[in-house]
């Protein structure tokens, strides 16, 4: 696939990667299927919100960049996610290395009725000099909305128009929501936006740098771990989106590798660098356990000339941690009076379901099932080497369908069930339940997942549920369920599937 | 005296729409969290897959940390409308949705909130829902992002109601509804509304809060029965309020803000007093016990107070209610001077005298506030470093530019507050006061 950047926009997920979001069966059938493209998507005819292009996934990371203004075009409610943006992410001490120019900004064009009518171009226009006048910022993302692609407003055009008249670089994102059932088509269209409008011809290379863009729901810690790992060895990772200044992605393609934390968020990225500057990359593995935090060092060692330094820092790494995880796997071993493995059921991001199978297998816990957000061709091999060393298991694909979810949680039930932290009431369980992973906001030891410290602090994280059910148990029991019981009486969580569709 | 400035000359204000982190979402907003205060209802948005869960950081979580609850947020039935849909109609997609919602949510009322979309490609909503009426209690809230903001959704979300499921009702004789206050976009809503309730039931008046009574559908059909409607906002909840007195004869009081310490809850129990007619003796006795308890009580504050914030120079960042409430208190009881105040709930016009007037009038203080009507966080941040203020009780956008850029301290009382929990904490009624004092002193702790 060649991805063309005189386009406005990527193709979506669905037409790009064949990607689906509604499966129920096993890894292997799916793998199969979405190989052969024999798998069309279905549509739910029961269904919750779950997020869209825009919302929640792309906002909350472009406002993080740190010189660059984001305009939403839409109604005012499209960006009310952003509100938390700049408290939030300020609570994150200095002396953890959050930068101190730190100062996010956002305009919603705050499109009504008569816009509606008559557009909202002049608006747009206005807004973009304002955001220009008020912060003099680098760069200025435009993010398209369901309503402003359906009144088909011209954000092409007023950028072309208005480009001239400003300093910052005006990058158009083309996130309508509408436009894909798939939440990671919103990556490839900032992506697609970075790539086409910010990202220089490099003048020269920087042979010790690496590209990491870095997924929200990684946290403060984990990005401080790989910078430990990476400094040991002489690198310098440069962390794009979040947090990031414009500078930092203009100098992507000056970068001598693109490495993973989720492969399917970089995807477009990755692939966009090295075939317009020719930055190489590489998808899999990712930093998570120890054995992969081994390989990924090992995999960016390759790109940048630092083999013999990779073994020794991983030889000190191990020496320090193996047997910190060693004591992680002997409790958890203890933990079941059968003698079984603890089994643990984890909802989470496709690519997290190539991190997380293997961390499981590290830690000596078992998963009866993965549940996914979505699916698509991008990573088969990968979930192929997967279900070779972890065997076959069961699979849901859905973008956090809550019914689906506490139909599959009570039917296997686990001792442990890893949710979104907003799902609403799935954490009501007769056995223990977790958030599976915090946010970028949160900079607490404890919650680290990434490289050899974050390993250790989520196998201890994890350790920690299965010792007191208390709160899940009381909740449970003094609050009343949200579905009908015929929903757990049937077997099938995708029971309202429309076949034909 | 308090005055309106004008932030810039007109022409440069040509999109006063156009804002940074406006406080507040759209109009689907406010109708979808107005739903999940009514217990036992159920929202079912007509909209894009991200228009309820994005609500969950907008709405939500900026109303003090608050999860969604059980029909909230990824557990909220949604038609998740994309192109083919647009091109199509997503009449059919929502008739599946409404069938198997009510097949398999639990609930007592089910609300379809229709958003952008439908209303862009002209989806007859109306039509799909009224299939279902004969099966079930159902409302439609006919919205859409862009006719406004959450405030505007609470009160297209009580109009659906009056029309689509109030009946007339005989009206029981002290019995009052209480409106105006607006579910998450009013941080303290829960508590607010219960304390006004016991308030009242303590003086022999029976109070609907119709917003987290345990059985929502029979809270909104007991509507028509109250004696009297009583609106704690100069301008939200006045629409429905006017509403129910042309529909079913209720007549309405307007009450500028909830009342916050024993002097305004105080005059607030004596105009009900004369309002309803209630037997003054008892509204004087408990008026009299409860002021007792609370200046005595206060006397446990006092110290503090006299400490962190002697005649504190005070700066107001909040909707309107909120911004009445907190100035009076501090100017008549606590002795601070407000020296601004910002209204940033987007008034109506026609109120904005009238918000002045109370934010100015009636205040012990030498010092008036200056008054702004103001939704943009940049010019709002602008204004307030044009003062010199000691206190700044704000949202949490104020949070660090009070400290870094004012040198005072700040205490996030007004949406969004995402750094702090509020489950029913409240600065209503008379011990009110003292709570604000507590969440004040505790970012102030010494040195003594
Ligand atoms: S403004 Fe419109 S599209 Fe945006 S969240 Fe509100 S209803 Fe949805």
Redesign the pocket.
């Known amino acids: 696939m060649t991805i063309d950047l005189k386009a406005n926009t990527c193709p979506n997920r669905e037409q790009r990667a064949g990607a689906i979001n509604a499966y129920y069966g096993k890894a292997t059938d799916l793998v199969r299927e979405v190989r052969a493209g024999s798998l069309v998507n279905q549509e739910r005819e029961f269904q919750q919100s779950s997020g869209c292009v825009l919302n929640f996934y792309l906002t909350t990371r472009v406002v993080t960049i740190r010189d660059a203004v984001m305009i939403v075009h ?5 960006s009310s996610t952003s509100l938390l943006y700049r408290e939030v992410y300020r609570r994150i001490p200095p002396s953890e290395g959050r930068p101190t120019d730190f100062d996010l900004h956002w305009l919603t064009t705050n499109i009504d009725e008569k816009d509606v009518v008559y557009g909202g171009a002049d608006k747009l226009r206005h807004a973009i000099k304002e955001a220009q006048a008020r912060y003099n910022p680098e760069a200025i993302f435009i993010l398209a ?3 402003s692609g359906i009144i088909g407003e011209d954000i092409e055009g007023v950028v072309a128009e208005v480009q001239a008249e400003v300093e910052a670089t005006l990058v158009p994102v083309h996130c309508e ?1 509408i436009r894909s059932r798939i939440i990671q088509t919103a990556y490839d269209a900032f992506w697609h936006g970075v790539l086409k409008y910010l990202v220089r011809k490099p003048v020269k290379k920087q042979p010790d740098l690496v590209n990491i863009a870095s997924m929200l729901s990684y946290t403060w810690q984990d990005r401080q771990e790989i910078t430990r790992l990476l400094n040991r060895i002489g690198l310098r990772p440069n962390f794009i989106p979040e947090f990031a200044t414009v500078e930092q992605l203009r100098i992507m393609g000056e970068a001598a590798v693109t490495a993973p934390i989720c492969p399917t968020y970089t995807d477009y990225l990755s692939k966009g660098l090295e075939q317009e500057f020719g930055v190489p990359y590489f998808m899999y593995p990712s930093p998570v356990g120890i054995d992969h935090t081994d390989e990924w060092l090992r995999t960016i060692a390759r790109f940048t000339g630092k083999e013999r330094e990779v073994e020794e820092l991983i030889r000190e790494e191990r020496a320090t941690w193996v047997p910190k995880m060693d004591a992680i796997r002997a409790d958890f071993a203890r933990l079941r009076p059968d003698g079984k493995k603890v089994e643990i059921l984890g909802s989470l991001g496709q690519g997290r379901l190539l991190t997380q199978v293997p961390y499981f297998e590290e830690i000596g816990v078992s998963s009866p099932a993965a549940i996914i957000q979505d699916f698509d061709n991008l990573v088969l091999d990968e979930v192929e080497q997967i279900i070779d060393q972890a065997g076959d298991f069961d699979v849901l694909v859905n973008t956090f369908q809550a019914a689906e979810l506490s139909h599959i949680t009570r039917s296997y039930d686990p001792d442990v069930a890893l949710t979104c932290p907003f799902q609403g009431s799935a954490y009501k369980r007769e056995k223990g339940a977790t958030r599976i992973h915090a946010l970028r906001g949160d900079a607490r030891r404890w919650s680290a997942q990434a490289g050899y410290k974050g390993a250790i602090a989520y196998g201890n994280f994890l350790l920690q549920s299965l010792k007191n059910k208390a709160f899940q148990k009381t909740m449970l029991a003094k609050t009343p369920d949200t579905y009908q019981d015929w929903w757990y009486e049937q077997t099938d969580p995708l029971h309202y599937i429309k076949k034909e569709a | 005296m308090g005055t309106v400035t004008a932030l810039r000359p007109k022409e440069e204000n040509r999109y006063p729409g156009i804002a940074e982190a406006p406080r507040f ?2 109009a ?2 406010g109708a979808y969290m107005a739903t999940l205060a009514t217990f036992g209802a159920v929202p079912i948005l007509h ?2 897959a ?2 309820g869960m ?1 609500q969950n950081f907008g709405q939500n979580f900026a109303a003090g940390l608050n999860g969604a609850g059980p029909q909230g947020n990824t557990s909220t039935p949604c038609s998740c409308l994309v192109e083919e849909h647009a091109v199509f109609g997503g009449e059919d997609k929502l008739r599946a949705l409404i069938q198997s919602t009510t097949e398999l949510v639990r609930g007592d009322l089910f609300a379809v909130v229709s ?3 439908p209303a862009l490609i002209g989806d007859d909503v109306g039509a799909v829902v009224k299939e279902f009426r004969e099966k079930v209690p159902i409302l439609h809230v006919n919205t ?3 006719v406004g903001n959450s405030y505007k959704g609470y009160e297209q979300y009580l109009d659906a109601v009056i029309d689509q499921l109030l009946t007339p009702q005989t009206v029981v004789r002290k019995r009052v509804n209480l409106l105006g206050v607006v579910p998450y976009q009013h941080i303290f809503w829960k508590g607010n509304l219960q304390v006004l309730k016991d308030l009242l039931a303590a003086v022999g008046v029976e109070a609907n809060m119709i917003f987290t009574e345990p059985d929502g559908l029979e809270a909104l059909r007991r509507i028509p029965s109250a004696e009297l409607n009583l609106v704690f906002s100069p301008w939200s909840g006045v629409p429905a309020a006017r509403k129910l007195k042309e529909k079913f004869g209720t007549p309405f009081a307007v009450i500028p803000s909830v009342p916050v310490g024993p002097k305004d809850t105080s005059q607030f129990l004596q105009f009900l007093a004369r309002r309803l007619q209630l037997r003054r003796s008892r509204v004087e006795a408990y008026i009299a016990k409860e002021e007792a308890r609370t200046y005595r009580f206060a006397e446990y504050m006092a110290d503090i107070a006299m400490m962190a914030l002697p005649n504190a120079y005070t700066a107001v960042v909040a909707d309107t209610g909120t911004a009445i409430g907190l100035t009076r208190y501090g100017s008549n009881e606590l002795g601070w001077l407000p020296e601004i105040v910002i209204v940033t709930d987007d008034p109506p016009e026609e109120s904005r005298e009238e918000i002045v007037r109370s934010l100015t009038e009636g205040l012990e203080s030498a010092v008036k506030p200056e008054v702004h009507f103001e939704i943009d966080a940049h010019k709002i941040r602008l204004l307030l470093r044009e003062h010199t203020v000691q206190l700044v009780l704000a949202s949490s956008l104020e949070k660090y530019l009070a400290v870094d850029e004012l040198d005072a301290m700040q205490l996030s009382v007004a949406f969004p507050a995402y750094d702090r929990l509020i489950v029913d904490r409240t600065y209503a009624g008379y011990r009110g006061g003292l709570a604000l004092m507590e969440d004040i002193a505790y970012k102030y702790g010494g040195p003594l």
Do not use: D, E, I, R
């Open positions: 839409a109604p005012v409610g499209c909305s369901c309503t929501g | 979402s759209c689907l907003g909209s894009g991200g228009c994005s958003g952008c979309v859409a992002g862009f």
